[in-house]
């Protein structure tokens, strides 16, 4: 999210699972789709079979995804970076590049400002004491006809490309293996697989998930590899893409309909304090083109919005009022996971609503989290699920201790119905969205999330109306309308996202003739006015429903090419393109760059292929419009500006615990940054005391803490474990399925050892360093084994950028013992 | 489990009477595991729990990912997984043990109870409970350690190949559910010919040796798979190398058992019974002489 869309324009997967089977070269990092995504994991199965292709894998454990590669590496957690920005030096130095690509399509000819600086670790403008950065240095040279400067010839030696050339220069394949343990004949054998795809004749699709997310650098460590891609040529073509690989079946449907604490629904933004009228909000969305003639998309932000509000607060929205602006919340701060915890914690927050998240289990610090939900007056749980969340005030020895008389929260537990007992849609990874049906009924008196919302909301609303308050207008005033307002139907939802026309839109040419008339489904977003004419709930989804009907129901297996392109299958956003970008799968000519991954050209009238062009279908080549449409660039960014916290290129800091000094800069070992509250910088622990790096992860047979409460998936993997290596179980005297305690500065868990080769013992800055992996999963509701929670060890520190938890590295201590109280001794 | 009309038997346990076979011309099945693709994800594990109704007591971890630790009346196939070290690149290879279905089944020659022990025409080898006395003969008899008896009702169980789902023409539950396609199920040419293909596969790929287990010892076998390393099956979680019925079985079976009574059938039979209370059912060099003896 919080890269891709600095670097390419739009935060999704930007190819999609069938195009998968395209990929020559397949580099698993950051994710093991074997395990989490193994349905997905087919189309891995389908390029190998049938496209020859290699699959690599990068990771700190030999996973199952390893199980079936071609060629596998470990690498220590927490030092993707160090490894990428290798992989890119090494592409550089030895003249790999995709050149004519590179040039075209991305940012490497621009020319950056002199003020811009790395030095000693830190970026030009830190503040250390706000931790934070001041970024009007980033930029580019801009030009007196107010466009960016540019040298086609790259002589300049402040063009991007240079300034990442020197950049890199410094992660040598020996200072990958210091930093990363990665032996260097396994490292340079992958970049010249890697190497092997910047032609055009070739491409690398990369999958990754949480194991890059879940760091304090983690949106840096994807933005490598989205760099890299671009170095490649690897953007916009059949099997190429940086490809996030969501974990829950509708991830990126709650993050397009605003999961993001500062977004709103479309990646609009919700606006911030600073932004105290609409006209504030506006003036710094003009989006105005950096290069001449270049598309700049959301150039049509306004649109958007108003679309948003009108769909929002109806006819309570006016040109007058600014639409309702002054309804939106004003954020001060983003309000995460953590950042909720933190203020549970610090007694702040009255209530909680836990919608589908079973929140003790899945914080890090869960003795933080657990203090935190005692300290509320109420906590509402809906779920379909018993869950220890609900559960937190219960006793239960060492697996959650708590003084239960104490506990002053009320909790009222709503029992939800699963997704297959309600109709609706999901969005996939490759942002299909795709209607489901429902399959029974829910079970006793549950009843869907939609039902729940709507009960809630009807009953605000009334109390509102009756007694007034403070400011009830967005509530009283939010557009309801529905057949049965306690009960939308999930069809009424999906068109009220797709947005409708309020009144006749005339032909501009033809005042006689309607385009579109009032009361009609949008057909797509081109459509969305600035005037309070259209509505849209969530632009992004715009043609999912038009008058042609529910397009998310489509289940057609229709693929012409044989490309994986099932352009009637669900509705894809935006308006049905499958590999975003895919202009750039042609020269700046318009011709493929090869007959074998030909996919959109210019055939002397407009762009055809086998998918709906990411471009002005006739907008001709000669016009020098760049293919990344929605940057005001035209261009991809190897070097993002201002748009990232913590810089406009990636740089190896290690994680806030770590066994080892940052031997690049010592003064600044972690995210400069990263945010930590106050408390919690004395949680974090040194490697005197907590000599082993950890990990956490997923296994195949479970799904996060739901399946634990199933009897076959209990059976399948019954019991918590944590994975040792071989040489670190001998040096302890531990044995397979022996009970180990693992500590770690905030918290001990104990659990059985499975002691193996596959997590390796590394060498790090010359000195031999175990690697712990510890699977999620367990608790102490479920079917499944008692068990502690994982999260009781992982540290309190998020990503720079979105806050996600550092739950994929951090330091533990490892000792033999006995079962844990209550526990039968197996 | 149980017989099923549509499938025409083959072979029947303990007896001497020829089966029926006007239906004769039924096509050899086969289940074909690609090693080389299993993820060792469960999904076929879990679908055999599911489709067969089986549910195994939630057990503990024993320090490996094998669960249930071993299979079980209630765990008809298990994913086993072995981590081998191969010159200094790691694999983990990942084998979904059952019944191998072989052509020549040791379990139904060692089978005493008349038609507890059923081969059908196409190859399916299955078990029909109530003719099922409990002995556990085909325990001994099997080479690849296959059935387990129910402490529940003394009955033996294990794979079936879903012959209740190949009678109405559909694939294994294990094959439907797994997501890379790593089971095949077709007729016996037909895996055999895929097989040829994702061998020249994974000799590009630089496994010189990889190649298909099909056993001849026990006259090949309906179950088979694709592996890496066909040089040597031990290390998948002690495939046998060369598995084959016990000669003592053979003779027990070859003819001599409704004979009983005639002096070399009687040394058969107790050479046999040394063999079934000795322990391991691998066949060793001892219970060779033995049967070689016997036959003298
Ligand atoms: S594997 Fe064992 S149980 Fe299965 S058919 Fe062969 S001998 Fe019988
Ligand atoms: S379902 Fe397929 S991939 Fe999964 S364990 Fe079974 S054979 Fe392997």
């Known amino acids: 999210m919080a890269s891709l869309a600095p670097t390419f324009g739009r935060g999704a997967m930007t190819n999609h699972w069938n195009d998968i089977k395209n990929a020559d070269v397949i580099l698993v990092m950051g994710g093991n789709p074997a395990e989490a995504h193994p349905c997905g994991f087919k189309w891995v199965t389908e390029a190998k079979a049938h496209n020859k292709a290699k699959l690599i894998v990068v990771d700190p454990r030999f996973t199952r995804s390893a199980a079936v590669s071609d060629l596998y590496a470990p690498l220590r957690p927490g030092t993707d970076i160090a490894f990428l920005l290798g992989v890119m030096r090494h592409i550089l130095t030895n003249d790999k590049i995709h050149t004519e690509y590179v040039k075209a399509f991305t940012n490497a000819t621009f020319i950056v400002r002199e003020g811009f600086k790395f030095e000693n670790g830190l970026f030009t403008g830190y503040d250390e004491t706000k931790r934070d950065y001041a970024r009007g240095e980033w930029e580019y040279e801009i030009g007196e006809d107010g466009f960016a400067k540019v040298d086609p010839t790259l002589a300049n030696p402040r063009c991007v490309l240079n300034l990442l050339k020197a950049h890199v220069e410094r992660y040598t394949p020996e200072t990958v293996e210091k930093i990363c343990g990665t032996p260097k004949d396994k490292f340079l054998k992958i970049c010249e697989h890697v190497a092997s795809t910047g032609n055009g004749e070739r491409s690398m699709t990369s999958l990754y998930a949480l194991g890059w997310t879940q760091h304090s650098h983690g949106a840096q460590n994807i933005r490598c590899m989205a760099m890299l891609q671009l170095l490649l040529g690897n953007m916009g073509v059949p099997g190429g893409g940086v490809n996030a690989l969501r974990g829950h079946a509708n991830v990126q449907g709650i993050t397009d309909l605003g999961l993001l604490t500062t977004a709103l629904p479309g990646y609009l933004a919700l606006p911030s304090q600073a932004e105290a009228t609409y006209a504030d909000h506006m003036k710094t969305r003009r989006f105005k083109p950096l290069r001449p003639g270049q598309t700049s998309f959301w150039q049509n932000y306004e649109k958007f919005f108003v679309s948003f509000q009108k769909a929002m607060f109806g006819q309570a929205a006016t040109k007058e009022n600014d639409w309702a602006y002054d309804y939106l919340p004003k954020w001060d701060t983003p309000y995460d996971v953590l950042k909720i915890v933190d203020t549970m914690y610090e007694g702040k927050l009255n209530g909680c609503i836990a919608q589908g998240l079973n929140v003790l289990m899945a914080s890090a610090h869960k003795g933080k989290a657990l203090q935190g939900l005692a300290k509320l007056k109420w906590l509402v749980v809906i779920d379909p699920l018993e869950t220890e969340t609900a559960r937190f005030w219960e006793n239960h020895g060492e697996f959650n201790e708590i003084d239960s008389a104490k506990v002053q929260t009320e909790v009222i537990q709503l029992p939800a119905c699963t997704v297959a007992e309600e109709e609706g849609t999901f969005t996939n990874s490759g942002r299909n969205i795709q209607w489901h049906w429902k399959a029974a009924n829910g079970a006793g008196e549950s009843r869907s999330d939609l039902e729940i919302m709507a009960g809630i909301h009807t009953r605000l609303r009334a109390l509102y109306a009756k007694e007034g308050g403070a400011f009830p207008d967005p509530i009283v005033n939010l557009s309801w309308n529905y057949a049965r307002p306690e009960a939308p139907s999930a069809d009424e939802v999906l068109r009220e996202l797709n947005g409708y026309v309020l009144e006749d839109v005339k032909d501009p040419q033809d005042p006689n003739k309607v385009l579109m008339r009032a009361g009609t489904l949008v057909p797509g977003f081109g459509a969305l006015r600035a005037d309070g004419t259209t509505t849209s709930g969530c632009w992004i989804y715009t043609g999912c429903y038009t008058e042609a009907g529910n397009m998310t129901m489509r289940r057609s297996t229709d693929d012409p090419t044989g490309l994986g392109v099932y352009q009637n299958w669900g509705f894809v956003w935006p308006a049905n393109r499958r590999i975003l970008y895919n202009r750039a799968s042609a020269d700046a000519s318009g011709k493929p760059w090869s007959t074998r991954k030909k996919y959109i050209a210019w055939n002397g009238s407009r762009w055809t292929g086998p998918d709906v062009p990411d471009y002005g279908p006739t907008v001709k080549p000669e016009a020098s419009v760049g293919p990344f449409i929605m940057n005001p660039e035209g261009v991809s960014r190897l070097f993002t500006r201002g748009l990232m916290r913590d810089g406009p290129f990636p740089e190896h800091y290690e994680p806030f615990e770590s066994p080892v000094a940052n031997s690049l800069h010592e003064k600044v070992a972690s995210n400069p940054v990263a945010r930590v509250f106050k408390e919690d910088w004395k949680e974090f622990g040194k490697a005197d005391k907590f000599p082993y790096v950890a990990t956490t992860y997923r296994l195949t047979e479970h799904f996060h803490y739901w399946t634990k409460t199933h009897l076959i998936n209990a059976i399948l993997q019954p019991e918590l474990f944590a994975e040792l290596p071989e040489a670190l179980a001998k040096e302890k005297g531990i044995g397979p399925g022996d009970w180990v305690r693992i500590s770690s500065a905030r918290g001990a868990i104990k659990c059985k050892a499975v002691v193996t080769k596959r997590l390796p013992t590394l060498t790090i800055h010359g000195k031999p360093t175990h690697v712990v992996g510890i699977p999620i999963h367990y608790g102490f509701v479920g079917t499944a084994r008692k068990g502690h929670a994982t999260n009781t060890l992982t540290p309190f520190v998020g990503d720079a950028n979105v806050n996600t938890p550092e739950y994929k590295a951090f330091l533990v201590n490892v000792e033999k013992t006995t079962a844990p109280a209550g526990a039968p001794s197996v | ?296």
């Open chain 2, 1 to 296: 489990m149980a017989t099923l009309q549509s499938l025409d038997i083959k072979r029947r346990s303990a007896t001497t009477e020829p089966p029926p076979h006007v239906r004769g011309n039924a096509i050899e099945v086969a289940k074909l595991i690609d090693v080389s693709k299993c993820i060792g994800c469960k999904a076929c594990q879990a679908a055999c729990l599911e489709w067969n109704d089986l549910r195994e007591e939630v057990g503990y971890n024993t320090g490996v990912y094998d669960n249930p630790a071993d299979l079980s009346p209630a765990t008809w196939t298990l994913m086993r997984f072995t981590e081998f070290d191969n010159k200094g690149n790691l694999e983990w290879l990942i084998r979904k043990d059952g019944c191998m279905h072989c052509e020549d089944p040791g379990c139904l020659k060692a089978c005493p109870a008349p038609g507890a022990i059923v081969q059908y025409q196409n190859g399916i080898v299955d078990f029909v409970s109530e003719n099922c006395i409990g002995c556990g003969y085909c325990v001994k008899g099997c080479p690849f350690n296959i059935p387990r008896i129910s402490q529940a009702d003394n009955k033996a169980y294990k794979c079936t190949l879903c012959s209740d789902r190949v009678a109405v023409g559909q694939a294994p539950a294990c094959a439907k559910a797994c997501p890379t396609q790593a089971i095949y199920f077709g007729s016996k040419d037909d895996m055999i010919a895929h097989a040829e293909e994702r061998i020249v596969d994974l000799k590009e790929r630089g496994y010189a040796n990889a190649g298909l287990y099909d056993p001849k010892g026990v006259g090949g076998t309906h179950v088979m798979y694709v592996l890496h390393h066909a040089d040597q099956p031990e290390l998948y979680a002690g495939l046998p190398n060369e598995p084959r019925i016990s000669r003592l079985v053979e003779l027990w079976k070859g003819g001599t058992k409704p004979l009983a009574l005639a002096g070399i059938g009687l040394a058969a039979v107790v050479g046999f019974f040394h063999y079934i209370v000795k322990g391991p059912n691998e066949v060793t060099e001892e219970d060779d002489e033995r049967a070689d003896q016997i036959n003298r």
